[in-house]
């Protein structure tokens, strides 16, 4: 369920000092606030708090690679006023690689399979991938829990279900439970293995965000500043030229 496929690297770090801590507090502080789902203290949310806690290797590499993106994505989350939760969503997805891909075709920090993303408006060709557009794959899938959140009423844990195993899966685990007269919460539904797993994951390492020190780990800061910008361009432009106008390193 957690595969960490990243190459081995150094933590992405800020040095306490810098100006950048100084002048704005980092994402995990922005994100706090605006934490409101419940069930992190579940009985089966349990043994991924306790997975994330004995692993700051595999935080750290996360949050390195999570550093370019997850300030855009929790703005666009905190836009739609949606659970800030959300944006921790491709941790378990897929830990914040863009080319990570599933055996199942999923793609993307979001996972998309090839048909979900072309209804939620990706565009897959043989020179460009959506999935792995950091924007619009993100624009995607908000767009897509949006309408699994009104499909359940609001329900996240119900939205999420159905973000991993489809929301066909979910509706009738919902009407058999609500036929027999069973309460139809996320936690009551009778649902594939890797589902009644999915949700714990999100939760932990919301827990484990909100609340670093009680598990003794450390999250290395990542300033809650934009970090990317868009350029449009006329026609196709050489990567090793656009990396010398913008003077970063062609890598």
């Not at 999570?66 to 897929?94: D, G």
């Not at 329900?155 to 973000?163: E, S």
């Amino acid at each position: 369920l957690h595969p960490d496929r990243g190459a081995e690297s150094a933590p992405n770090t800020f040095p306490a000092n810098s100006a950048a801590t100084h002048a704005v507090a980092d994402v995990w502080a922005a994100m706090r606030p605006r934490f409101s789902m419940p069930g992190r203290d579940h009985a089966r949310v349990q043994f991924s708090k306790a997975w994330y806690a004995k692993r700051q290797d595999y935080l750290d590499r996360t949050i390195e690679r999570a550093a370019p993106y997850l300030h855009y994505i929790v703005e666009e989350v905190e836009r739609r006023n949606m659970p800030s939760e959300l944006a921790l969503l491709p941790f378990v997805e897929s830990a914040f690689q863009p080319l990570s891909n599933s055996h199942a075709s999923a793609a993307g920090i979001w996972q998309f399979i090839p048909s979900t993303a072309r209804h939620y408006g990706l565009k897959l060709n043989w020179w460009y991938d959506g999935r792995r557009d950091i924007q619009a794959s993100t624009t995607a899938a908000l767009d897509y829990l949006q309408t699994l959140g009104d499909q359940f009423n609001g329900d996240w844990q119900l939205a999420l279900a159905a973000y991993n195993a489809g929301e066909g899966t979910v509706q009738r685990a919902v009407d058999r439970n609500r036929a027999a007269r069973k309460p139809i919460d996320y936690w009551s539904l009778k649902l594939p293995k890797e589902t009644r797993a999915y949700v714990p994951w999100l939760l932990a390492i919301s827990e484990i965000v909100a609340n670093p020190a009680k598990y003794n780990v450390t999250l290395n800061s990542i300033p809650d500043v934009p970090y990317m910008a868009t350029i449009t361009t006329d026609s196709q432009i050489d990567l090793a030229l656009a990396a010398e106008l913008a003077e970063v390193p062609l890598e």
